[in-house]
C-alpha cells in the first residue's frame, strides 16, 4: 500500500461520542459532548479541553461524572450540544463560537434521570451509561488538555442491546455515535469477532 505524507488539522480518526455529566457549583448538572475516550477493564480515559465547564467541575474537586454514549440517532442532539458552554464564552475562545448555555438538557433535547450511586444525572435517551469517579486528572505532556483517569462504579444498558440473561452488551445490537474527522456515524455490519469474544453466537 503507498502513503503520502499529510498534516492534518485534527486526527479524530473514529471515536465514540461520549456526553459527560458534572456536577456544577450550585448542585445543577453539566452536560457536554467529547470524543476522546477509551477503556481499559473498568477504567475509561478521557481526553478533554481545560477551558469548559466540564474540566472546571473536576478541577474544582467534583469529581463524579457520568458517561453516556448516545446512538447514532442522537448526531443532531450532539451537534447542538457541540455549540454551547457552561462557561462564559470568551474572546478567542479555542472552542470556536460558542453560546453560554447552563440549561443544556433543555436546550439539547435530552432528557436527565437520577443515578444510583453519584449526583450527576445519566442522559435518558442514550442506551449505554457509566456512573464513575475521576480518580486523576492531570495536564498531558503538552498540557494542551486534560487527562481523566475514571473508574466505572455502575453500568446502566437498555435491555435491547443486551444478551439475554447475561450481563453482556450484544455488539450486534449496540451501535455507538463514531465522531470520525469531524463527520457522524454509526457501525456498519460485522465483519467478524475476535477469539477473546464472550458473544460471538449473539452477534451473528
Known sequence: METKTINPSILYFGTPVVLVT?????????LAPISSAWA???????????????????????RELVLSLPGPELWRQVERLGGLTGRGPRPGDPRGPVVHEPAKFAASGLTAVPSELIAPPRVAQCPLQFE????EVRPDSGKEFLIVETRVLRVHAAPDITVPATHHIDPARWSPLVYNFRHYFGLGHELGHSARSQTARAAR
Open 22 to 30: 458534572t456536577e456544577n457549583e450550585d448542585g445543577s448538572p453539566n
Open 40 to 62: 481499559l477493564g473498568q477504567v475509561i480515559v478521557l481526553g478533554l479541553g481545560p477551558d469548559g465547564q466540564t474540566a472546571h467541575n473536576l478541577l474544582a474537586g467534583r
Open 132 to 135: 464513575t469517579v475521576a480518580e
